[in-house]
């Protein structure tokens, strides 16, 4: 079963990108980056698998090196994105006195988040 959010997350930073809006599409690429890491098991978590005698961590055969991933449920990619609004939101508060535009275009990519959960009835 395809991953809505972030099949939506992905064809978003598409449009944006297509569109030249920057502030939109480093929001999107983060908010990916962020549901990325929050898949990824911590070290002392991941399966050990075979290596070499002669390379220190070499791992041996096709996908031997591939991490193992945790499994999100759409609850927790809700809460990942809802974090990443949230420090978006506080990027803008910091960010207007010293620096406005910066400001607004944290708010920009903050708005298309949300507008992304309202897509699919998940925004709070």
Known sequence: MADTLTDLLRDELLLA???GDRAVAAALRTT???L???EALP???RPVSGGSEHIAGARL???AAEAARRELTD???HRVVRAEIASLEDAARIYDGPD???AEEARRGAIRLVGILDQLGTAQ
Do not use: T, Y
């Open 100 to 102: 406005p535009g910066r």
């Open 36 to 38: 990325s890491n929050a």
């Open 61 to 63: 055969g096709v996908g």
């Open 17 to 19: 990108r297509r569109a």
């Open 32 to 34: 990916l980056a962020a």
């Open 43 to 45: 070290v002392d978590e």
């Open 75 to 77: 609850a927790d990619r």
